[in-house]
């Protein structure tokens, strides 16, 4: 009797474990890590008791969907907290959480969250209310030490229709969606066959940058995060500017330039003229020809430098500027 009431309780225990905590950790590990907001590194500045203020943001189209909270104690290069705790402030959605309220909030982290792993994952699906959730933080360590969070989700990004549909070889395109990671290099951008580079992302725009020379034509445009990828929309892409001759080449400030070329913008504005350092202000323009005034600036041999719709213009001839014979 005692083997069999020991084999059901081992067989009930294993049951339990499987299809639930060990199960819901597992899920929450295998979350892509499509990371909506973070904080962080909080370092130790003393041996003294180091408190830090921050907020979780939560984007309204992720109220709904499921929340992991990862808190990491120290890295590679540097030592975690000896202990450190992380609350819930009492302006967040704060039911369900694990326990520990006192007058800071709901407690996240306590003392014996890195006891067996530098890593903690905490379930925090529709715990958090929509915008700033503040946390507070507080720990001991030795200098140095350093504690993050992030919190991830999961879900295919979306591309806004109000996009722009036209881009330049050599420019940087901002973008604008939701679901887009705030790690740059988690976002993966194609235009057409082209992985593009991201250098920037706060979840809602991501800012890539074109190569100059990017064949002229229409391509598609999308955003994935682990293999979840976004709607598509067309994007056109323009050639590169060129330079090809300036003329005159010897010049006098008050004088008018001509530089001939292509994929300059219709519009003057949209167009950008160096000599050297020195802005040169633009009289006129077409896609072909740039009229420009010399301003006022020393005597000197520079390399003239202009900027189409974002892109920097390939080529890049000299002139020289005196004040002779004026």
Same mark, same amino acid.
């Given at each position: ?61 992720? /109220? ?10 120290? /890295? ?153 990828? /976004? ?12 330079? /090809? ?82």
């Amino acid at each position: 009797m005692g083997r069999r009431f020991l084999a059901l309780l081992v067989t009930l225990l294993c049951t339990f474990t499987t299809s639930g905590v060990f199960a819901d950790a597992q899920d929450l590990k295998k979350l892509p890590r499509v990371v909506i907001s973070s904080g962080g590194p909080y370092t130790a500045q003393g041996n003294s008791i180091q408190t830090f203020d921050d907020a979780i943001e939560l984007p309204r189209e992720y /109220s709904s969907k499921t929340l992991a909270l990862v808190a990491t104690n120290g /890295s590679i290069s540097s030592p975690g907290f000896s202990w450190v705790r992380m609350f819930l402030q009492p302006t967040g959605s704060d039911t369900n959480l694990q326990s520990g309220a006192s007058e800071l909030g709901r407690l996240l982290v306590d003392e014996n969250s890195f006891l067996n792993s530098a890593q903690m994952f905490l379930d925090l699906t529709s715990q958090l209310a929509p915008g700033r959730n503040r946390i507070h933080i507080e720990g001991v360590g030795r200098q140095g030490a350093q504690f993050f969070w992030e919190l991830r989700s999961i879900g295919a990004p979306q591309l806004s229709k109000l996009n722009q549909r036209v881009t330049v070889g050599g420019a940087a395109l901002v973008v604008s969606g939701i679901g887009f990671s705030v790690r740059p290099n988690e976002n993966e951008v194609m235009l057409g066959p082209m992985q593009l580079s991201v250098m920037e992302s706060n979840g809602r725009f991501l800012k890539v940058y074109v190569p100059p020379g990017f064949p002229q034509g229409q391509y598609p445009f999308c955003v994935a995060i682990q293999g979840m990828r /976004s709607n598509v929309i067309p994007m056109e892409v323009l050639p590169s500017p060129k330079i /090809s001759s300036v003329n005159p080449i010897r010049l006098l400030p008050g004088q008018t330039i001509s530089i001939r070329g292509s994929g300059f913008s219709t519009s003057p504005q949209d167009n950008r003229v160096f000599i050297g350092n020195y802005p040169v202000p633009v009289v006129s323009s077409n896609a072909q020809i740039i009229n420009a005034m010399v301003p006022n600036m020393p005597a000197q041999t520079a390399k003239i430098t202009v900027i189409a719709n974002g892109a920097t213009a390939q080529g890049n001839p000299e002139v020289s500027i005196s004040y002779l014979n004026r």
